[in-house]
């Protein structure tokens, strides 16, 4: 591994963690907050590449698990590992994955592929990861978990939106060559 990509990897970790910083919202209804994370999944997965963006993810679940305060609201610990929020947080590592495996496979990249990727295969996996893992541990029904995962909906296609236009011209920029992007 070369020092750029361990800097990079490093660099989405932190990512990670600087959208930590920004105050959740909790509903009354879910103990699931509405966090900036995923938007860093979804950066990472498509600027740095499936091995590296979900090596920065993986990092970043490393750091949780040894106590660092980097979830939004500052939770941090194994204990987040074995709440309702786990099955979405789990999914961050194969989400960032499968979006630099597919945005690899576009000879042209546009815009509204990334979009498309983000929106079918980003958002779609966390909640398949996410929504069944959170109905066991809050031992409710599926369907159940499903329907309180319906006010996500808005909040991650605009998170969507906003991943893509970045990643979009991030990919352009010098610093993140072709190399770093398809690796």
Same mark, same amino acid.
């Given at each position: 591994?070369?020092?750029?990509?361990?800097?990079?990897?490093?660099?989405?970790?932190?990512?990670?963690?600087?959208?930590?910083?920004?105050?959740?919202?909790?509903?009354?209804?879910?103990?699931?907050?509405?966090?900036?994370?995923?938007?860093?999944?979804?950066?990472?997965?498509?600027?740095?590449?499936?091995?590296?963006?979900?090596?920065?993810?993986?990092?970043?679940?490393?750091?949780?698990?040894?106590?660092?305060?980097?979830?939004?609201?500052?939770?941090?610990?194994?204990?987040?590992? @074995? %709440?309702?929020?786990?099955? $979405?947080? /789990?999914?961050? =590592?194969?989400? !960032? #994955?499968?979006?630099?495996?597919? &945005?690899?496979?576009?000879?042209?990249?546009?815009?509204?592929?990334?979009?498309?990727?983000?929106?079918? @295969? %980003?958002?779609?996996?966390? $909640?398949? /990861?996410?929504? =069944?893992?959170? !109905? #066991?541990?809050?031992?409710?029904? &599926?369907?159940?978990?499903?329907?309180?995962?319906?006010?996500?909906?808005?909040?991650?296609?605009?998170?969507?939106?906003?991943?893509?236009?970045?990643?979009?011209?991030?990919?352009?920029?010098?610093?993140?060559?072709?190399?770093?992007?398809?690796?």
């Amino acid at each position: 591994m070369k020092i750029k990509e361990i800097t990079f990897v490093a660099v989405f970790a932190a990512v990670m963690g600087a959208l930590g910083v920004v105050p959740p919202i909790i509903l009354s209804f879910t103990p699931v907050p509405i966090t900036l994370q995923t938007l860093g999944v979804l950066l990472a997965g498509g600027v740095l590449g499936a091995r590296l963006g979900a090596m920065s993810q993986t990092i970043f679940l490393l750091l949780l698990a040894a106590g660092m305060p980097l979830l939004s609201g500052g939770r941090g610990g194994l204990s987040v590992f @074995v %709440g309702p929020s786990v099955g $979405y947080i /789990i999914a961050w =590592p194969i989400t !960032a #994955f499968c979006i630099g495996y597919l &945005l690899s496979r576009f000879q042209t990249l546009k815009i509204q592929h990334i979009l498309f990727i983000n929106l079918t @295969v %980003g958002i779609l996996l966390i $909640y398949l /990861i996410g929504i =069944p893992v959170q !109905a #066991f541990m809050m031992d409710i029904p &599926l369907l159940k978990a499903a329907q309180l995962s319906l006010i996500y909906i808005p909040g991650d296609v605009l998170k969507s939106i906003l991943a893509s236009i970045l990643v979009y011209r991030l990919r352009k920029h010098p610093v993140f060559s072709r190399s770093l992007a398809t690796s």
